[in-house]
């Protein structure tokens, strides 16, 4: 019940988190630690060539054998560089195939370009790549992601690397409800809040970097992350109490209070 | 003399060579790489079989942070 099922592997924390932007590898660690995220997404980039021969590696201090790696097509704005990408980090990683897919559209708002994404995910699926996607929050797109194969959607709360929270509660909720694979927010978390409104809405996970890593505090920050995603599943899960407008209700017993000079106004 | 461009960059080679030999010329051994020829991947299993020819085009990636 509150574990998270990607592509048919369970995961105990419902909070993904990313590996760009901090300071040293130390703070990477630490942050990520702090988390408790067991997925974690990296970029695929060049190699120094001649340069820096004993420049430590991001894998040694972050071991796939301790965390599920799952990388990214950051930077592509073509299906090919896209699934070039990713058939080059499934080398990389020794045949892992969960990834994830995104194809931009715009380098000043990074937002996905779902017709090109569309078609990426539809060769990576026939190369048997498990896609976890990055999308805009039309819930239409979402429905066709799921249907074409992909293991999860993730739409965006708002901008990659903006911080402005959840921009669209409502289409993420049509996005939840239509589902039947994951749904995770990707993109916009800009603090603990976020985090725990896209749980609440029913998400099943969130994946952020930037709110962490830009935090004046990454590793604190990385913990109040892990609460707030904790916290908001178990808010979801106990189902909220109905809203009454404009009608409150007392919480103590209304007979018994002491005597006094002054009686309440009767109710209308 | 052959000329393969390693990550956009052109490099000089006195005679053909295979990737088991240009990943020691790049001092990459024991390191996680992955390396695509023209576009292709080329498989570890195939790193002393597969000769480089002049004018191949080689990307050679690494995992790094990022979200």
Redesign the interface.
């Known amino acids: 019940m509150n574990h998270l099922i990607i592509a048919g592997k369970t995961y105990s924390s419902r909070l993904l988190v990313g590996t760009g932007k901090y300071k040293d590898f130390n703070e990477t660690r630490a942050a990520i630690e702090a988390s408790g995220a067991e997925i974690i997404t990296v970029a695929i980039r060049r190699t120094n060539i001649g340069q820096n021969a004993d420049e430590p590696n991001l894998l040694d201090v972050l071991p796939p054998s301790q965390y599920t790696l799952l990388p990214n097509t950051a930077g592509c704005y073509t299906v090919e560089d896209a699934v070039r990408t990713l058939r080059l980090a499934r080398e990389l990683l020794d045949g892992h195939s969960l990834v994830k897919l995104e194809v931009l559209g715009d380098p000043k708002t990074l937002y996905p370009n779902m017709v090109e994404t569309i078609k990426a995910a539809e060769i990576l699926i026939k190369e048997d790549f498990q896609v976890m996607v990055y999308t805009s929050d039309d819930p239409i797109i979402a429905k066709q992601l799921e249907e074409m194969g992909c293991v999860a959607v993730m739409p965006l709360a708002s901008l990659i690397g903006s911080g402005m929270g959840i921009l669209n509660p409502w289409n993420l909720q049509i996005i939840i409800d239509n589902a039947k694979i994951p749904v995770l927010v990707d993109a916009g978390v800009g603090t603990a809040s976020d985090a725990t409104i896209a749980m609440e809405l029913g998400c099943d996970g969130v994946l952020m970097n930037t709110a962490i890593a830009a935090a004046r505090n990454p590793v604190l920050m990385a913990s109040a992350m892990r609460k707030a995603v904790e916290a908001g599943r178990e808010a979801y899960l106990a189902g909220r109490m109905a809203k009454k407008l404009y009608s409150a209700s007392p919480s103590s017993p209304t007979d018994g209070v002491i005597a006094s000079t002054q009686t309440a106004p009767k109710k209308p | 003399m052959i000329q393969l461009t ?4 052109p490099q000089q080679f006195e005679a053909p060579i295979n990737v088991t030999q240009l990943i020691d010329h ?3 051994h024991g ?6 020829c023209n ?1 292709e ?1 080329i ?2 299993s195939r790193f002393s079989e597969q000769i480089l020819a002049h004018g191949d085009q080689l ?9």
């Not at chain 2, 390693?6 to 960059?9: F, K, T, V, W």
């Not at chain 2, 390191?31 to 695509?36: D, M």
Request: hydrophobic share 45%; glycine share 20%.
């Open positions: 390693i990550n956009g960059q790049l001092s990459l390191k996680r790489f992955a390396i695509e576009g991947i498989p570890r990307e050679v990636v690494v995992a790094v942070g990022g979200g």
